[in-house]
């Protein structure tokens, strides 16, 4: 591809405000001299921004089916999806051929990046931020009931992520993460094509494996929370025997499988709707080197 232009969204969950506010940061620090590469930027979800709300009809970063998407869809984020990629998309208006889509979360999770799939672009663009900044790498695959992710509507683009924060709640710690990434990455990008970096051989990433749901009665209410040795230990090992929730009674329930699990958004208040109490993911080791890069500009 022939990158140009890289496309900063934020606000795609309006109730995730620290990323808006870095954004507006960086567009003061912005230069237009001498610019290889451009930055674009965007609110994904400006009326749910407004309103300090996470979507209005649907989640926007589960609407971008492009290609199913009908075009006078009712729903809002659907149409907002279709004209986000209408006008930033490869063959947009203002074509973009990177997103870098910036998200917070309630859970412990730090800094972390989340790529959905394995396209070899991604892992181009996560072993470069990872060498600069140590990142860990999510990498959500093969999970039918989530689907539809901003950044797969790109042929480049990967998730910042950021916490904890609580939703609607400026933290500038946080904002001030956000800045330093994306303000780095064009330069990074640079010394990649000018060939002044060595990507590590491999690659660790944390694969989505599932999700795990509260344990609840059977009328469907939550009948056990988080077990206070689990909470806020997102990244931390999970092993047989383990415990991961704990009822008011004080009654443990356990981890049962055989393989150790990496779990991450432990508690995480936006997914509590999807019926999640924390994902689990399993290490990965992925043979690298700079020639995955090749095709990246
Ligand atoms: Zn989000």
């Known amino acids: 591809m022939t990158l140009k232009k890289i496309l900063i969204v934020s606000g795609t969950h309006g109730n995730e405000i620290n990323p808006v506010w870095a954004v507006n940061q960086f567009k003061k620090q912005l230069s237009t001299i001498d ?20 979507y209005i009809d649907s989640d926007l970063n589960r609407s971008f089916n492009v290609k199913k998407n009908n075009l006078d869809s009712k729903i809002y984020e659907i149409n907002r999806a279709n004209f986000l990629v ?45 060498h600069k900044f140590g990142l860990p790498i999510y990498l959500h695959e093969k999970d039918e009931k989530q689907t539809g992710f901003l950044v797969e509507a790109w042929p480049c683009g990967l998730v910042i992520e950021i916490g904890s924060v609580a939703q609607n709640y400026y933290d500038p710690k946080i ?3 956000f800045l330093i990434i994306i303000s ?8 990649l094509k000018n060939n002044q970096i060595k990507l590590p051989k491999g690659l660790t990433v944390y694969v989505h494996q599932g999700s795990i749901d509260y344990p609840r009665d059977k009328n469907g209410n939550i009948s ?65 080197s700079n020639q995955i890069c090749d095709d990246f500009f």
């Open 224 to 288: 056990a929370l988080i077990h206070p040795k689990r909470m806020n230990k997102d990244w931390n090992p999970i092993k047989k025997g383990d415990p991961l929730f704990m009822d008011v009674a004080g009654n443990t329930q356990i981890y049962t499988g055989e393989d150790t699990i990496w779990p991450v958004f432990i508690g995480e208040v936006a997914y509590k709707e999807k019926n999640i109490a924390m994902s689990y993911t399993k290490k990965e080791v992925i043979n690298f």
């Open 35 to 54: 610019e290889n590469i451009e930055y674009k930027t965007i609110i994904g979800n400006p009326l749910a921004y407004e309103r300090g709300c996470r």
């Open 86 to 130: 209408k006008k930033f998309g490869v063959n947009g208006i203002e074509p973009c051929q990177i997103a870098i889509d910036l998200h917070t979360t309630t859970a412990n999770m730090g800094t972390s990046i989340v790529m959905y799939g394995r396209r070899s672009k991604d892992f181009c663009l996560a072993a470069l931020l990872q």
């Open 175 to 177: 904002i001030n993460k």
């Open 184 to 191: 780095s990455l064009k330069n990074e990008i640079n010394k």
